[in-house]
């Protein structure tokens, strides 16, 4: 896949996707994640536009994505397991286990974050456009150039409505609606019963989810974030 298209469908693939990720992590030693991702039918549609620029083959484009990144988690030295299934049209359920965070981050080249903080009894995330470089080195795509122009640091300040114009412009005027609808959510197993709660919801005595729209990364003008504690 050429490197533009490639950064065209990280685009698509974080813009137009409802996210559910559940994690079980704790301070030291193992943890898991598993991503459930629906696309949008336009978005694939808009990536079959781009097909002449793909080398020919059996997959769609969408299941040879979910297999490169099953297989770029894989290869990871902190990664124990890693596996992805097509569960329905669009969807996917991406699972990966970790020996422990610290070495997962040092697999990216991270040696001091402030994304989040984990301790015995607490976990908090925090996303600003502060601390926004530090997510880049943990997900590289994000400093691409083909992609910086679409991220937070390329449209400080920019509303919106502008925001959405100019992803009409780019994508058709379907493009604007389908980002809007989409959301990322996370539901975190904690250790423990949870004591406390902030910005985020408990749904059961060890579980929390939290939930924000794309366009809220896209822009980034205000802090995403939530933080628990337990017992």
Known sequence: MRKPLAILLSLL????????????ISAEGPGSSTADIHVE?????????F?????????SIMDSAIEDFEAQLAALPSITSASAEKTGENQYTLSFDYSDVASFLADFGVTE????TITDDSFTFNLDIGNYPELKTVVP??????????????NQGMSEADYLEMISFLLGEEGPD????????????VPGTIADVQNAEAIDDDTV????PIIQFLLLSEPIGFSVSWN
Do not use: H, R, W
């Open 41 to 49: 039918q336009f978005f694939i549609d808009v990536l079959y536009d």
């Open 209 to 212: 989810s939290f939930s924000f």
């Open 13 to 24: 693939m974080l813009a137009s996707c409802t996210v559910t990720e559940t994690l079980d």
């Open 178 to 189: 389908a980002i809007s609808n989409g959301k990322v959510t996370i539901l975190l197993d």
């Open 51 to 59: 097909a002449e620029f793909l080398p020919e083959g059996n997959e």
């Open 113 to 116: 974050q402030s994304l989040f």
């Open 141 to 154: 795509f994000l400093a691409d150039p083909n992609f910086e122009v679409y991220g937070p640091e390329y």
